[in-house]
């Protein structure tokens, strides 16, 4: 306890430098902004804007980061209520209520409480991290590569189970999404595989241009096939502040949402997509009044809020304590990292701690940051809503062109990604989720290395996955989870929680 | 939920239905991952080869597929809507034409000369907007001037990316 406070002294010390502060505040107003506008999302954001951070040095770098990454769950939730379009796919939960109770004139009520809610999540959220990160890192360091690799193998069976929809697809996009990664030259023996000859791909598919293509260059695509309707909220947005009844009316909602996004972020894949609507649905089954929801409840939006900006914190956990990132903006920062010479694993908190704690103190400290940004300037967000779409996706496909080309240096990347848009458009016209692909394909690489250096310590033998207790512990947990997931019973439930919303 | 089901189709072809479209993409796509991946060694004297993982996930893909469309073989067929895909092309053209003028191309036949970013940008955005249905290209070509400026101004001059912006005219 007295470790964690000390940690964090540490941690505030680092990020309070003018400097970082600065980082900080760039990071949560850009996230913000591209949480606001519907169509950009967090990942294609980070893609364009990780050649800029070259020029920073590293702990300002990933501050700056994941302030858009908690920034843009933050803004999503405005877009949500006054708009009723999820400008995130965390927010969507928000709309529901949201925009009902914006419709009533209640939107300034909305969006202050999830304002509140998710200040206390973040400050909650990031408590957490520094409680767990010295004892998962000492966990990380037992790893070997069998354990390693049993690990990954959970995670992604534990992301098959959290996803959206049907099983056997989420399987099959994270099974691609492994494939995908074993495009290019084989690092163990340099051999090309897959590439058809192409020097774009001899190097494999950069995750960037992955992301970009599918989540950025593909969005636009689907909003262009199907374009969404939008409903600004024409009325006023009333008072902001909630009231001392209606906060204390709340409080538990957003405590409840807190600790479920808490947990449910640290999972891999779809965790922080999960909490809201586990959040959601346990509101409803506590209600005096569950008929009311959908009409404009705002615990509706308290607990949601809440838990998808504990989730979005609480799923730096993986990353910074064992180096696994657990979904497609984590992976990113695996490449921020990388690029400032930092290898993400159990040993970055022993031999960076001004970059671990900084970051961690970072997080709270934007999370104030973005109380005042969000509430006073709403004003604001909403002039920059009545951009219209027409001008905002040109803009983006500048934007992205821009940031793809000045990673690689290397024109061929823009059009993959481009050529990879129509992919994202097929994906989303046959209902298959984009982020176990991306998932799978992040892990993809570590897990075939994991693979083999296992392999190679135990002279080829399979078992050794088995023989180490942790090993098969980690497997086993994987297995129950499929097993649970397959049940009709719980099939139903899970698909209730989805729907419920 | 913001994805609309569309309402089934009594006459539509089960093969077309977006299930069974999906589980038959997987099967064409493990397929074409064995094929492209046909020239790689399963096992060497070392051990693992570094065709072994891609040829068992293709193979599990594959299966998958099969799985997909047994699964949902007795379910409606639901269309996958409209693909519009003509809608798209000035999108993907202004893509193209950003990545072939920014550091100029070299076809063999001929050259694209290096534009820079003066060039490139205004172009993907003018394509890339004409796909709007409610496109109008005065407002579309002043934005364009505009986020060209602005994006010069942002990524070679405030952060210093070693981008060209116009060689044909300043000489970088």
Known sequence: MIETIEHLGLGLSVALTLQNVFFCFVGCLIGTLVGVLPGVGPVATISILLPVTLSLDPTGALIMLAGIYYGAQYGGSTTAILVNIPGEATAVVTAIDGHEMAKRGKAGLALGLAAIGSFIAGTFATIVIAALATPMTKLGLLFGPAEYFSLMIMGLVLAVVLAHGSLVKALAMIVAGVLLSCVGADMETGRERMTFGLHMLTDGIEFVVLAMGIFGFGEIFKNLADPEKRDVVRGKIGRLLPTLAELRENIRPILRGTGLGSVLGVLPGNGAILAPFASYALEKRLSDRPQDFGKGVPAAVAGPESANNAGAQTSFIPLLTLGLPPNAVMALMVGAMMIQGIVPGPQVIENNPDLFWGLVASMWIGNLMLVVINLPLIGLWVKLLKVPYRLLFPAIVAFCCIGLFSISNDPAQVMMAGVLGLLGFALYKLQFEAAPLALGFVLGRLLEEKLRQALLISDGSMTTFLTSPLSAFLLLIGLVALVIAVLPSMRKSRDEIFTDA | ?172
């Not at chain 2, 693992?48 to 998958?64: E, F, M, N, W």
């Not at chain 2, 070299?106 to 534009?115: E, H, K, M, S, T």
């Not at chain 2, 993907?124 to 407002?139: L, N, P, Y």
Request: charged residues 10%.
């Open chain 2, 1 to 172: 939920m913001s994805r609309e089901v569309a309402p089934p189709t009594p006459s539509l072809n089960p093969w077309l239905g977006r299930e069974r479209l999906a589980g038959l993409s997987l099967v064409v796509f493990g397929l074409f991952a064995l094929w492209a991946g046909s020239d790689l060694p399963s096992f060497t004297q070392d051990g693992i080869g570094s065709g072994l993982l891609p040829r068992a996930l293709a193979v599990i893909i594959a299966l998958l597929g099969v799985v997909q469309i047994v699964v949902t073989w007795k379910d409606t067929p639901e269309s996958t809507g409209s693909w519009p895909i003509r809608d798209m092309l000035p999108v993907l053209i202004g893509v193209f034409l950003f990545a072939l003028t920014i550091r100029g191309y070299d076809f063999g036949a001929f050259a694209v000369p290096v534009l820079g970013m003066s060039v490139a940008t205004p172009l993907s955005i003018i394509f890339a907007g004409a796909a709007a249905k409610d496109v109008r290209f005065g407002e579309l070509i002043v934005f364009a001037a505009i986020l060209t400026a602005i994006c010069i101004g942002l990524f070679r001059y405030a952060l210093g990316l070693s981008l060209p912006v116009a060689p044909w005219l300043i000489g970088y």
